[in-house]
């Protein structure tokens, strides 16, 4: 059961770093007020679909 949650654990983080890398590399750093780093896979999901949208 251990390596199940570890490895879910592992694709959640790498999930979350594939989002931050395009936010950045749309020229997003964040809001000054939360780094990107300390938000969670479904914020970061959010802001990359609402950054996308603003910039169609």
Same mark, same amino acid.
Request: net charge neutral; proline share 0%.
């Given at each position: 059961?251990?390596?199940?949650?570890?490895? *879910?654990?592992? *694709?959640?983080? %790498?999930?979350?770093?594939?989002? $931050?890398? =395009?936010?950045?590399? %749309?020229?997003? /750093?964040? /809001?000054?007020? *939360?780094?990107?780093?300390?938000?969670?896979?479904? =914020?970061?999901?959010? %802001? %990359?679909? *609402? =950054?996308? $949208?603003?910039?169609?």
């Amino acid at each position: 059961m251990g390596m199940l949650y570890r490895t *879910v654990n592992m *694709v959640n983080d %790498l999930k979350k770093q594939s989002i $931050i890398n =395009e936010l950045l590399a %749309l020229g997003f /750093d964040g /809001d000054g007020a *939360v780094s990107l780093y300390d938000m969670d896979f479904y =914020e970061l999901k959010r %802001l %990359l679909a *609402v =950054e996308r $949208i603003r910039r169609w």
